[in-house]
């Protein structure tokens, strides 16, 4: 019997994710997408091993039960794997589920740094009063690059060599920022090759 397909996306600023997430959706069929909301708002500021554990395995049994056949997950625990300085058994239950009762692939949505200050820089121009705003925390456009950066090679560096997952790198470096659609769109179609 097949496995489900579950794709987990992680990425930077500006790298499609959210976009690409609901192409899959639209062009896909028997799909489900969990979004941040459900992935990590609810233990984002958790550092209770165990709740975060038992989370996971609720979500991932809701999952099963879903009938989905593709799965689409807006971040899960790699963005929490930090917290205990990628222990390689923090989350091994966790992998072990997803190995086990999956078909799982994660998938991290790349941006050259230089390019990344950019699609920055842009948004910040773009961007209206009443919008979203990109340096929430007071930060200039330069620090939250310089975030973003430190934080894409250190999970690159660190949790892709740690995780069991099948992982893959799609480079969005090359895209133009103002096409949302084709951006997409080629993304898309670069993770159904990886996934088929």
């Known amino acids: ?13 500006w790298a499609w994710k959210s976009s690409t997430l609901d192409r899959l959706f639209s062009s896909l069929n028997n799909t489900l997408v969990c979004w ?26 809701e999952i099963k039960i ?7 997950l807006d971040r899960f625990h ?14 091994k239950e966790i992998e072990e ?3 086990q009762e ?18 920055l820089q842009y948004t910040n121009l773009q961007r209206s009063s009443s919008g979203w705003k990109l340096n929430f925390d007071g930060s200039s456009i330069q620090q939250e690059s310089q975030k973003d950066i430190i934080w894409q090679d250190v999970f ?7 995780t069991l997952i099948p992982n893959n790198i799609v480079d969005t470096s090359s895209l133009h920022i103002w096409d949302f659609d084709k951006n997409s769109r080629l993304i ?9």
């Not at 879903?66 to 689409?72: A, M």
């Not at 790699?78 to 989350?91: L, V």
């Not at 078909?103 to 699609?119: A, C, D, G, Q, S």
Request: glycine share 2%.
């Open 1 to 13: 019997m097949n496995k489900q397909k579950l794709i987990i996306f992680e990425s930077v600023k």
């Open 36 to 61: 941040e909301n459900i992935t990590l708002e609810p233990i984002r500021n958790s550092t209770d091993k165990l709740a975060e554990i038992n989370y996971y395995k609720k979500l991932l049994g």
């Open 66 to 72: 879903s009938r989905k056949w593709i799965i689409l």
């Open 78 to 91: 790699f963005t929490k794997w930090p917290i205990d300085n990628f222990d390689p058994n923090y989350f």
């Open 97 to 99: 589920i997803l190995l």
């Open 102 to 119: 999956f078909e799982p692939h994660l998938i991290f949505l790349y941006v050259n740094p230089k390019v990344l200050l950019e699609r």
């Open 156 to 162: 690159i560096g660190n949790i892709m060599k740690s």
């Open 188 to 196: 898309a179609e670069e993770v159904i090759k990886i996934i088929s």
